[in-house]
């Protein structure tokens, strides 16, 4: 973990309330796919958690959804510094041992997706994404999937763009030997009973501190009790308990 | 060169900041952060005698300038601290550390001290009899003169370490039970712990908090916790460990100054995981701003 200032470089909104964000700063903290920033805001006390959309040597991009008084505030910076910690959570373990990955994201859980899937297609594997959303008006990502060479499948629950449903109505004909999944935890439940390989749940849950100090997103797994901040937010389908 | 070294009961502390309980687990999180020697103590996370998963989730919510918890003392229990937390935090901690023992009976909270008493590393055994968010016990010793002076009583019959007792605000009278406290052996007071509060989501219609309630900490009690530390100095004669909102160099002499003679940081390693070694950092400088030289000299200079 890393505290360090950051530059806005450009926040632009990509679909209904959801924006991306390119900050330019230190990121040699960030090590895994699926790890998290936190970002101090002004006048709020506690600081904003949230995922990696995809980052290099300089720079990290977020996607977020405006959901409250602190993404509210993020939406409306163009430019400025903020004061933010880096490398926070495990994030999603690239395996070696598969050739096919399967990746379900749902709304703002598809972001976390993104940078994992290039580094799973730099290792060779094929993948294939399907990204969930309430409706058309939201969807985002799917070019940007599809240009990494991911065969990227969109469902909506309303069925005004791509497979009308949730994700996993549009899981049986696709072959895969592992998972990654991001979403709200209906869906992740879901998918836990829909699929039959192993594969990694990123999960979300109201944090104090986001570095593990506070105990204040702690669940409880098969192997022990995990902080989602910490610990997480990736755990293996093997230790979920619902 | 000024000096900021302080006592509590025979252990000398080279600074009066400790992180408190709750904000720093049992430290070598934050010992990956920064070396963790530069702090005067830090009181570990509250201990148990059985392993607590502690409440439902979420436990937590935010407020202006500060925040609510509801953790419910999620800890590994007594046993497990002493095996595995202890050993790790001596790799990367030299000093005294302060053991803050929860219970939910006497009985409870004389087996979990007296293991800890066994414990070379343990400087000040501090017995939260105020923790907002268990029930059936916790704050119902701290709420009443007479259970606090009973728990205080039971306690130091088995161990020979300073025993601070942790107060709850969430009281009436904070003094009559310090004074309890003091009169049945107690080495030392520790108070503030969170005071009690709520938030209730609009979109939902439901509390935030999935316990409903929780402890409410943070910069916004500073001047509750100040009021509280000021009027138990008046009241009791031994030394008072002072919280409750404090998050800079400042914060920390205007709670010597109403009495504290060591000062415990929360809510701020919350948000800012360096705010302590900033604070040891930036405190010289504060001194000599207000003429200070030596931090001893300022305790209870309010009064």
Same mark, same amino acid.
């Given at each position: 973990?890393?505290?360090?200032?950051?530059k806005?470089?450009?926040?632009?909104?990509?679909?209904?309330?959801?924006?991306?964000?390119?900050?330019?700063?230190?990121?040699?903290?960030?090590?895994?796919?699926?790890?998290f920033?936190?970002?101090?805001?002004?006048?709020?006390?506690?600081?904003?958690?949230?995922?990696?959309?995809?980052?290099?040597?300089?720079?990290?991009?977020?996607?977020?959804?405006?959901?409250?008084?602190?993404?509210?505030?993020?939406?409306?910076?163009s430019?400025?510094?903020?004061?933010?910690?880096?490398?926070?959570?495990?994030?999603?373990?690239?395996?070696?041992?598969?050739?096919?990955?399967?990746?379900?994201?749902?709304?703002?859980?598809?972001?976390?997706?993104?940078?994992?899937?290039?580094?799973?297609?730099?290792?060779?594997?094929?993948?294939?994404?399907?990204?969930?959303?309430?409706?058309?008006?939201?969807?985002?990502?799917?070019?940007?999937?599809?240009?990494?060479?991911?065969?990227?499948?969109?469902?909506?629950?309303?069925?005004?763009y791509?497979?009308?449903?949730?994700?996993?109505?549009?899981i049986?004909?696709?072959?895969?030997?592992?998972?990654?999944?991001?979403?709200?935890?209906?869906?992740?439940?879901?998918?836990?009973?829909?699929?039959?390989?192993?594969?990694?749940?990123?999960?979300?849950?109201?944090?104090?501190c986001?570095?593990?100090?506070?105990?204040?997103?702690?669940?409880?797994?098969?192997?022990?009790?995990?902080?989602?901040?910490?610990?997480?937010?990736?755990?293996?389908?093997?230790?979920?308990?619902? | 060169?000024?000096?900021?070294?302080?006592?509590?009961?025979?252990?000398?502390?080279?600074?009066?900041?400790?992180?408190?309980?709750?904000?720093?687990?049992?430290?070598?999180?934050?010992?990956?952060?920064?070396?963790?020697?530069?702090?005067?103590?830090?009181?570990?996370?509250?201990?148990?005698?059985?392993?607590?998963?502690?409440?439902?989730?979420?436990?937590?919510?935010?407020?202006e300038?500060?925040?609510?918890?509801?953790?419910?003392?999620?800890?590994?229990?007594?046993?497990?601290?002493?095996?595995?937390?202890?050993?790790?935090l001596?790799?990367?901690?030299?000093?005294? @550390? &302060? #053991? !803050?023992?929860? =219970?939910?009976?006497?009985?409870?909270?004389?087996?979990?001290? $007296? %293991?800890?008493?066994?414990?070379?590393?343990?400087?000040?055994?501090?017995?939260?009899?105020?923790?907002?968010?268990?029930?059936?016990?916790?704050?119902?010793?701290?709420?009443?003169?007479?259970?606090?002076?009973?728990v205080?009583?039971?306690?130091k019959?088995?161990?020979?370490?300073?025993?601070?007792?942790?107060?709850?605000?969430?009281?009436?009278?904070?003094?009559?039970?310090?004074?309890?406290?003091e009169?049945?052996?107690?080495?030392?007071?520790?108070?503030?712990?969170?005071?009690?509060?709520?938030?209730?989501?609009?979109?939902?219609?439901?509390? @935030? &908090? #999935? !316990?409903?309630? =929780?402890?409410?900490?943070?910069?916004?009690?500073?001047?509750? $916790? %100040?009021?509280?530390?000021?009027?138990?100095?008046?009241?009791?004669?031994?030394?008072?460990?002072?919280?409750?909102?404090?998050?800079?160099?400042?914060?920390?002499?205007?709670?010597?100054?109403?009495?504290?003679?060591?000062?415990?940081?929360?809510?701020?390693?919350?948000?800012?995981?360096?705010?302590?070694?900033?604070?040891i950092?930036?405190?010289?400088?504060?001194?000599?701003?207000?003429?200070?030289?030596?931090?001893?000299?300022?305790?209870?200079?309010?009064?």
């Open positions: 973990m890393k505290q360090s200032v950051f806005i470089l450009s926040n632009e909104k990509i679909a209904d309330s959801v924006y991306r964000m390119v900050l330019k700063g230190d990121t040699s903290h960030i090590t895994a796919s699926g790890q920033i936190n970002i101090k805001l002004d006048g709020l006390f506690l600081r904003r958690p949230i995922s990696v959309y995809d980052y290099d040597e300089s720079t990290v991009t977020i996607i977020y959804k405006v959901v409250g008084v602190g993404t509210e505030q993020l939406s409306g910076m430019e400025g510094e903020l004061d933010i910690l880096t490398g926070l959570g495990n994030g999603y373990t690239v395996s070696n041992d598969t050739k096919s990955a399967l990746l379900l994201g749902g709304g703002v859980g598809v972001p976390p997706l993104y940078n994992l899937a290039k580094k799973l297609v730099a290792v060779g594997k094929t993948v294939t994404a399907v990204l969930g959303f309430n409706s058309k008006c939201d969807v985002f990502g799917e070019d940007e999937f599809s240009d990494l060479g991911v065969k990227t499948i969109i469902t909506t629950a309303d069925g005004s791509g497979i009308k449903g949730f994700v996993t109505d549009a049986s004909e696709i072959e895969y030997d592992e998972f990654y999944t991001c979403g709200p935890e209906p869906m992740l439940k879901a998918v836990y009973d829909a699929t039959s390989t192993s594969g990694q749940f990123s999960f979300e849950e109201r944090m104090g986001g570095f593990g100090a506070c105990m204040g997103c702690s669940c409880k797994t098969k192997y022990g009790n995990k902080r989602i901040c910490k610990d997480g937010p990736v755990l293996v389908k093997e230790e979920i308990i619902w | 060169m000024v000096d900021l070294s302080v006592n509590l009961s025979g252990l000398e502390l080279d600074n009066p900041i400790i992180p408190a309980s709750g904000t720093f687990g049992y430290g070598h999180d934050f010992a990956e952060l920064y070396d963790i020697n530069i702090l005067g103590s830090f009181s570990f996370k509250g201990t148990t005698k059985d392993e607590r998963f502690g409440n439902p989730t979420p436990r937590i919510a935010e407020c300038a500060g925040m609510i918890n509801s953790v419910g003392l999620q800890n590994p229990g007594v046993d497990a601290v002493i095996a595995d937390e202890l050993p790790k001596k790799k990367v901690f030299d000093k005294k @550390v &302060i #053991a !803050n023992v929860g =219970g939910f009976s006497i009985d409870e909270y004389v087996h979990t001290c $007296a %293991l800890l008493d066994k414990e070379d590393q343990v400087g000040i055994i501090e017995v939260n009899i105020s923790c907002p968010n268990v029930h059936g016990g916790g704050m119902s010793f701290g709420t009443n003169p007479s259970d606090a002076a009973s205080t009583e039971a306690v019959k088995v161990t020979t370490k300073p025993v601070y007792i942790k107060l709850s605000p969430n009281v009436t009278d904070i003094t009559e039970i310090a004074k309890a406290c009169a049945s052996g107690a080495d030392g007071i520790s108070l503030i712990n969170t005071l009690l509060g709520m938030r209730i989501n609009l979109k939902t219609k439901n509390p @935030v &908090i #999935a !316990n409903k309630m =929780g402890g409410f900490s943070g910069k916004a009690i500073f001047p509750v $916790a %100040l009021r509280m530390v000021y009027q138990v100095y008046e009241a009791v004669s031994v030394p008072i460990i002072g919280m409750g909102g404090v998050s800079s160099a400042d914060d920390v002499i205007e709670m010597m100054l109403a009495g504290a003679s060591a000062v415990q940081i929360g809510a701020a390693n919350l948000v800012d995981p360096y705010v302590c070694r900033d604070i950092l930036a405190l010289p400088d504060t001194m000599k701003k207000y003429g200070i030289d030596n931090l001893k000299n300022i305790i209870g200079g309010a009064h």
